[in-house]
């Protein structure tokens, strides 16, 4: 029920030491995307508590990532009442890469992470202006009502099973080797300088004098 990606990109589990990243990315949402993913317009600086909020909480995110980049996030937070089996699931994606079966290809990961913690309903609330969220909702059988503005899709999910827990275990594997290359690759994109050659020194040295 997804979309071929580009062969550049890849949906992941986003680790707790990329906190950064999804910072990064929900500050590069234009305005629009803003409103739509927080139900209103917020500033840079709610954002940055948001991140800081949601790293403490009991959250499972997964990224959509393009070249190593951070460009669509779907974020899975469990709804504390008796039984504690509903979920809320939000999605932010970058305008250049609307459109394109992102949405669906983190959604599909969504219902897998909410399958697995037993979790039977997800819920997908959203403004009621919010076509592409609906239509994302739709895509996958969700039941609508409608409140105060805006629009609640819900979707059922399985219960888990061996196969089904085994499936996220190998890919949290991959998925973490690959998260690993990307933090070095940022720790060391900048070459080291060359270390001189005592010849080399004795050269510099000289010149310096002349």
């Keep these: 029920m997804t979309d071929l990606l580009p062969a550049n990109s890849l949906v992941r589990k986003i680790w707790i030491t990329e906190t950064d990243a999804y910072r990064d990315h929900l500050l590069r949402l234009d305005a629009e995307s803003r409103r739509l993913r927080f139900g209103g317009g917020v500033s840079d600086a709610f954002i940055q508590k948001y991140v800081k909020l949601a790293s ?3 959250a499972v995110l ?5 070249d190593g980049v951070l ?3 779907a974020e899975l937070r469990a709804v504390r009442d008796k039984t504690d089996v509903d979920a809320e699931a939000a999605f932010s994606i970058e305008r250049e890469w609307q459109s394109h079966g992102v949405g669906s290809a983190l959604m599909s990961q969504m219902l897998l992470a909410a399958r697995n913690r037993g979790i039977r309903t997800l819920h997908m609330i959203c403004l009621a202006d919010n076509q592409r969220m609906q239509q994302l909702a739709k895509k996958f059988d969700a039941q609508f009502s409608f409140e105060y ?3 609640i899709g819900e ?3 399985p219960y888990p099973t061996p196969v089904s827990v085994m499936r996220e275990v190998v890919a949290d594997s991959a998925n973490f080797a690959t998260a690993m290359l990307d933090v070095h690759k ?8 060359r270390l001189r050659a005592e010849g ?3 050269q510099a040295q000289t010149a310096a004098i002349k």
């Design 56 to 58: 403490t909480l009991d």
């Design 62 to 66: 997964y990224g959509y990532y393009v």
């Design 200 to 202: 080399d020194t004795e």
């Design 186 to 193: 940022r720790l060391f994109k900048f070459p080291l300088p």
């Design 155 to 157: 979707v059922e999910t």
């Design 71 to 73: 460009r669509g996030v």
């Design 149 to 151: 503005g805006s629009v």
